[in-house]
């Protein structure tokens, strides 16, 4: 089980529930700093609420890190799967993230399905099994980053969320993709390989040429295409971003956005996509965010 606070009898006080909180913006600040300094720039009543939904999904997508093997980290997925659903209270009431997570949706009446959706599509990082397409793989992204975003849109304004699809759809895509790239090594070296097969057979490859650790033509060629993707996933979310207007002004989760085409140009230039995990500096993506930001509030599209 993850840290845990004193457990109440039946939801959490409100003394409880401060204390999850907190949790979960400690955690956020650790270990998902992009997401973590984003969150600074929404109305300060709706901070932690971001922070919980992040903490969350930093818990689901961290599975893969916390357990030896996949039965353990279903298992681990499936109690998430109960928590939203909302079975086990005087457990939850004990686990400061899902104490966090449940209060959060139901102020906001955020949907189950997305919140589930988010937690089952996490299975496909306990094993080494190859995303077999491209459209696979946008389905992925959609039910994780993607799904994140859109329900942090709802925190933050449900009446403007209604909007928001394409820019959620689009954006968490290309996030997803950009994040999936900066850890290509990482990934590599424990079997994984997130490149979609179809997309590896048009450059003459496969999976296990994907996790060789031999860099050839082929694969960069591959690793190419995919930036390229994620550089149309980026375009059609900032035409989405354009077409809201004034309604984007609540851009706090969508700050990310702002690191992608960096990330990308330094992954681009990045020799031995083995070896180095590629991206802005941390000191850049914190200037990046604030500018954006910056843009945001003056009615301007921010990436």
Excluded at 34 to 63: G, I, M, Q, T, W
Excluded at 76 to 81: E, S, T
Aim: overall charge neutral; hydrophobic content about 50%; aromatic content about 8%.
């Amino acid at each position: 089980m993850p840290d845990e606070i004193t457990p109440v009898d039946g939801a959490p006080d409100d003394t409880v529930l401060a204390a999850a909180y907190a949790h979960c913006a400690e955690q956020v600040r650790a270990q998902d700093r992009d997401r973590f300094l984003s969150a600074l720039f929404a109305p300060e009543d709706k901070r932690r609420h971001l922070f919980a939904l992040y903490a969350f999904n930093l818990d689901v997508a961290r599975v893969r890190e916390v357990v030896r093997e996949a039965l353990p980290g279903e298992v681990r997925l499936a109690w998430w799967r109960e928590v939203i659903e909302g079975q086990g209270r005087g457990e939850v009431a004990g686990h400061p993230v899902a104490a966090a997570l449940l209060d959060t949706a139901e102020r906001f009446a955020l949907p189950r399905a997305s919140l589930t959706a988010l937690v089952d599509a996490r299975i496909f990082d306990l094993y080494d099994d190859p995303m077999p397409t491209v459209a696979d793989l946008e389905g992925y992204a959609g039910e994780t980053a993607s799904a994140l975003l859109q329900l942090s849109a709802l925190v933050l304004s449900p009446q403007a969320s209604a909007g928001t699809g394409d820019l959620s759809g689009h954006g968490g895509v290309a996030i997803a993709m950009t994040g999936l790239m900066r850890a290509f090594p990482i990934h590599a070296a424990r079997g994984q390989c997130y490149l979609p097969l179809d997309l590896l057979a048009r450059h003459g490859i496969g999976r296990d040429d994907a996790v060789s650790g031999k860099v050839s033509p082929q694969l960069l060629a591959a690793l190419a295409e995919f930036r390229a993707e994620a550089t149309r996933q980026l375009a059609a979310a900032r035409t989405a971003a354009e077409r809201l207007g004034p309604a984007a002004a609540s851009a706090a989760p969508y700050l990310p956005l702002a690191l992608v085409a960096g990330d990308l140009k330094a992954l681009a230039r990045a020799s031995d996509p083995f070896s180095t995990v590629a991206g802005l500096s941390p000191f850049r993506r914190q200037f990046a965010i604030w500018r954006a930001a910056r843009r945001a509030a003056a009615g301007k599209v921010w990436f």
